[in-house]
Antibody, heavy 121, light 107 residues
Framework: QITLKESGPTLVKPTQTLTLTCTFSGFSLSTSGVGVGWIRQPPGKALEWLALIYWDDDKRYSPSLKSRLTITKDTSKNQVVLTMTNMDPVDTATYYC?????????????WGQGTTVTVSS | EIVLTQSPGTLSLSPGERATLSCRASQSVSSSYLAWYQQKPGQAPRLLIYGASSRATGIPDRFSGSGSGTDFTLTISRLEPEDFAVYYCQQYGSSPTFGQGTKVEIK
């Protein structure tokens, strides 16, 4: 059974850097084709795809946020970390991580419960 | 970047009715890399359909997807009470994007 869980601060100040960790079980990020992605959702708004990292360390980023995002993996710890620099109140959202299966790169078939991040001074 | 436009924004229907949701892409979606997700209040999205028309594991057969190129449709043949939710389409090519969502509400 695949599970994912997001963790990180619930409150960050403007201009700070956000670091979120996705800890997963039930699969390995060393398996060919597998990936983990990050998605966010501002309150009452639509989903926004942020980034995805694959088993071979290939990384994809949202073009509009690419300059602010870094995604890394620690295969031995079953973790993926997303950092977002220069946080702003508009970045207030629920942040999700999700599993991307080997058979369909970029598809998100199992999601974590999400973690809420508020950006405020 | 491929922009996905979903319509209508809100669909007001009664249980037992048929729901038809549209997702239109600004350019052709390669290899039908189009998915549909369902999201209920306070919950994470759940994958319903991938590859434009394949149901994910455990998804009832009242949910079906169709389309190719730039026009895709999610159909719920007979709405059950638990189907009232927000639905998102996603293209999962090299730079994935989501549509803005369609809310299916009880009439």
């Amino acid at each position: 059974q695949i599970t994912l869980k997001e963790s990180g601060p619930t409150l960050v100040k403007p201009t700070q850097t956000l670091t979120l960790t996705c800890t997963f079980s039930g699969f390995s990020l060393s398996t060919s084709g597998v990936g983990v992605g990050w998605i966010r959702q501002p309150p009452g708004k639509a989903l926004e795809w942020l980034a995805l990292i694959y088993w071979d360390d290939d990384k994809r980023y949202s073009p509009s946020l690419k300059s602010r995002l870094t995604i890394t993996k620690d295969t031995s710890k079953n973790q993926v970390v997303l950092t977002m620099t220069n946080m702003d109140p508009v970045d207030t959202a629920t942040y999700y991580c999700a599993h991307s299966p080997r058979v369909a790169a970029g598809l998100l078939d199992v999601w974590g419960q999400g973690t809420t991040v508020t950006v405020s001074s | 970047e491929i922009v996905l436009t979903q319509s209508p924004g809100t669909l007001s229907l009664s249980p037992g009715e048929r729901a038809t949701l549209s997702c239109r892409a600004s350019q052709s979606v390669s290899s039908s890399y189009l998915a549909w997700y369902q999201q209920k209040p306070g919950q994470a999205p759940r994958l319903l359909i991938y590859g434009a028309s394949s149901r994910a594991t455990g998804i009832p057969d009242r949910f079906s997807g169709s389309g190719s190129g730039t026009d895709f449709t999610l159909t719920i043949s007979r709405l059950e009470p638990e189907d009232f939710a927000v639905y998102y389409c996603q293209q999962y090519g090299s730079s994935p994007t989501f549509g803005q969502g369609t809310k299916v509400e009880i009439k």
